[in-house]
């Protein structure tokens, strides 16, 4: 672990130094994004189905430590709206002990991924199922603030998504319009408050103009305190949790969620950042520090943690560009919570929720929903397969089933791309530079000679082709020549297959030989041990080499 990629930025940035102008800039840009985070963390808190200071000490300590060890420059850590989902089907499953647990156990599953370097390929997610899962989400998080948005007087909101909007409609009698309106004041601020000032969140302003107008006017909503009482001015001491391995088989699979979606949100988040500043993350430390976040955070009882994607933005554009900024951020929102706690404590849930519905709108990418709509087939289903399961059953098994499901679809793609052509069908076309003939390039076929070239992958997807292959050749030659300069690899199911098919046509008195393979193919071949199968001397670098041999089989 000595090599760069697994040294946080915050250590290279030292060693190369720091300006004074950049530390002033990034402290700066810290205190914005800790007033940008504020509501946000409470908000996230609450819409997960635990106490607001869970959102703020996720947000301090995963914050501070994210930023430390952080693989990026710029990344912001702390909790996010994509798991809220997640952290409030753990919540009713498994309890608020439950989930500081699977927090705990995710850090280090998180750890894993960035110690086995799959960080390089965690980045390699299908655009459709990113927007998918995303603007699924996005749908989810709208309707678990409904009951908030509304001022609704309901007991219970069930977890199911048709079954939430079953109770809204029965209870819509009981609409709380003052709370309705505080909410719709709060989506039109917060979506128009960029027009005054691009410093200051529009969630901000009007959290404080609600809370003010609340408590001078003792307008009938619920609040914080009414819901979930004093919110605490101190982080308690860490604590590590019980575990033994009953508890790891209970809680396995939520931590396996909350460590999947942590990596892939964060390394999104950090890819987002390279583009802004032009810069390039070191994705397995992103991994490491995301994990030793949700670590921390689960000890101090704080719910998951990731690279948020807004805070990481508003970071980069308010001049934000070494980590000292998240930092900054941490440290500020600690000071806010050990001030201001019993202020916080005022804040309409109705607010809360219209915050929480302008996160929901933003996260939907409802354009590149509709553009995607207009891509081709298969891109579509990945995108409504996803989007819907997310709505309608769990985020996990749309991951899971759009994982599957694009991997067939490139499996498929990838199988159409191999072919397997006979020579006479390729006399008067171009080579690949457009410039020669195959007839050109090719000296000549001798007698009792065929040539087959065969372009593409050679994998598991793509094997049925020597089947087709087989069947149509009616009549066996004495030599096969099978031209593999354009096989970029070949995987164990297909040299198994390779050597089944040389076994049938030896049996009817053919020579296979296999022309211009490359490098990786030969060593594939050469550790299957085909080499002994077909003969050292019938696997040669060239296709004229190739044509003198099969000359000298014709003699024999």
Known sequence: MKSKEFTPKFISLLKEGISRKQLTKDVLSGIIVGIVALPLAIAFAIASGVSPEKGLITAIIAGFLISVLSGSRVQIGGPTGAFIIIVFGI?????????????????????????????????????????????????????????????MEIDKVPADFVEKWVVYFQNIESINWVAFSIAIGTVLITLNFYRITTKIPGSLVVIVLVTLLVYFFELPVETIESKFGEIPNKIAMPQIPSINFKIIQQLIEPAIAIALLGAIESLLS????????????????????????????????????????????????????????????????????LLFAPIAKLIPLSCLAGILVVVAYHMS????????????????????????????????????????????????????????????????????NGEKLFEEELKYIPKNTMLYEINGPLFFGATEKFQEFLTDLKQAPKVLILRMRNVPFIDATAVNRLKEFHQKLKSRGTTILISGANRQVKEELFKSEFYSLIGKNNILDNIDQAIERAEEINLK
């Open 91 to 151: 919540v009713q499953e498994h309890g608020v002990n439950g989930l500081t647990i699977a927090t705990f156990m995710a850090g280090f599953l998180i750890i894993g991924l960035g110690v086995l370097k799959l960080g390089n390929y965690l980045k390699f997610i299908p655009y459709p199922l990113i927007v998918g899962f995303t603007s699924g989400i996005a749908v989810v998080i709208f309707s678990t603030q409904i009951k908030d948005f509304l001022g």
């Open 270 to 337: 950090a890819v987002v950042a390279d583009g802004m500043i032009g810069g390039n993350h070191r994705s397995n430390m992103e991994l490491i520090a995301q994990g030793v976040g949700n670590i921390f955070s689960g000890l101090f009882g704080g719910i998951p943690a990731t690279g948020a994607i807004a805070r990481t933005a508003t970071n980069v554009k308010n001049g934000g560009r070494t980590p000292i900024a998240g930092m900054v951020h941490a440290v500020f929102l600690l000071l806010i919570m």
């Open 365 to 432: 990418e409802w354009r590149h929903f509709k553009a995607l709509l207009k891509s081709n087939k298969m891109d579509i289903i990945v995108l409504l397969t996803t989007f819907l399961l997310t709505i309608f059953f769990d985020l996990i098994l749309a991951i899971e089933i759009g994982l599957i499901l694009s991997s067939f679809i490139f499996m498929k793609r990838m199988s159409e791309a191999t072919t397997i052509n006979n020579a006479e069908n390729l006399f008067g076309t171009a080579e690949a």
